[in-house]
């Protein structure tokens, strides 16, 4: 299995709908990579900041009729991102625009997915029920942190794996990676990391731990073995590295000879750049759906990996626009 090729020009132009990409400001690297692979320009658009804090958005050319997709990821400052996005969305609604596809590689609220503590709102489906109030007809993403978000959502929702990406990478940065060991760094991830090992054809462990707080956890055992062979350890986002510190920690400690990691979202907030820098690890790599600056590529010591997601996304985009399956994808 690989990454689909790039779609065909002829095909997105059989449709009578023009197929338009529009990018926020939260991610337009990313959104320019998927336009190359479509070989369609991004479109125009403009978003400005009032000295109250209000943002207006302006799209500078028609989007009458047109299959309007509009990329913005939930990365920092998240707040503004969600609001520059259904922004964006109700302005290609009120210009008429035939269908409006809300790209977000990135859905960070996807953590707050349930209710575990008393009087906190489920702030997933809040999120969800604000994109679909602004008029999106779909939402296309990308490994959201608990697939039940999903369900938050009344519009259709194709929901992309980096799962093929991320094996392809390990495979060709590792010599005999078949030979190693994939490692879920907890129970939530197994799943995903059993088909990682699959795509390997290599050995599976998982750590057993307790999340104590958002940045506290607590490990309590090893289930597999990784004495001697690389750990390939298999997550769906860093945050501030504190859980990735842990499973490095205990990989090492088990005896793992090398380890590399691969995440689809490379958040890195807080001390996460520092931690990594200092962290008895080969690589660490994650996916383009948030953007990793040089600076802090830089900052960890060459230790950081970006693996583009653009022809996974410009795929899926043109077999939406086209009508085509998208699950195919990942047959």
């Known amino acids: ?38 070989g369609v320009p991004l479109g125009h658009s403009t978003t400005e900041k009032f000295t109250n804090d209000n943002l207006i958005v302006h799209y500078e050319q028609s989007l009458r009729e ?21 922004l964006m969305i109700d302005a290609a609604k009120s ?7 809300a790209v977000i590689p990135y859905y960070s609220y996807a ?3 349930k209710k575990d503590s008393p009087r906190i709102s489920i702030a997933g489906r809040l999120v969800a029920d604000l994109i679909q109030a602004a008029g999106a007809d779909r939402v296309l993403t990308m490994t959201l942190h608990s697939p039940q978000v999903h369900g938050f959502f009344k519009v259709p929702v194709d929901h992309l794996s980096a799962d093929l990406v991320l094996s392809e990478h390990f495979r060709g940065c590792v010599d005999n990676a078949h030979e190693g ?24 462990a998982m750590i057993d731990k307790e999340r104590v707080s958002d940045t506290e956890v607590v490990p309590r055992s090893l289930i597999g073995e990784v004495d001697g062979k690389t750990v390939f350890i298999i997550d769906d986002e860093i945050s501030t590295a504190g859980s990735l510190v842990e499973t490095v920690n205990i990989a090492r400690s088990m005896g793992a000879k090398d380890v ?23 690589q660490v790599a994650s996916c383009n759906t948030v953007y990793v600056s040089p600076e802090k590529i830089e900052a960890a010591g060459g230790k950081l990996a970006v693996l583009d997601v653009a022809p996974l996304f410009a795929s899926a985009i043109a077999n939406i626009h086209t009508g085509a399956s998208v699950s195919t994808l990942f047959s």
């Open 95 to 101: 210009a008429s625009a035939g269908r409006v596809t």
């Open 260 to 282: 590399y990691v691969a995440v689809t979202h490379g958040v890195y907030s807080g001390p996460a750049i520092q931690r990594i820098a200092g962290l008895d690890v080969t």
């Open 181 to 204: 060991v994939v490692l879920a760094p907890d129970a939530g991830s197994i799943k995903r990391a059993s088909r990682i090992s699959r795509l390997l054809d290599c050995g599976l």
């Open 66 to 86: 047109a299959d309007v997709f509009i990329v913005q990821t939930f990365s920092n400052p998240v707040s503004d991102s969600i609001m520059e996005l259904m």
């Open 111 to 113: 953590r707050s997915d």
């Open 1 to 38: 299995m690989s990454v689909p090729s790039r779609p065909s020009a002829a095909l997105l132009e059989s449709r009578r709908s023009p197929l338009m990409v529009f990018s926020g400001q939260s991610n337009r690297p990313l959104a320019q990579a998927i336009c190359d692979n479509l």
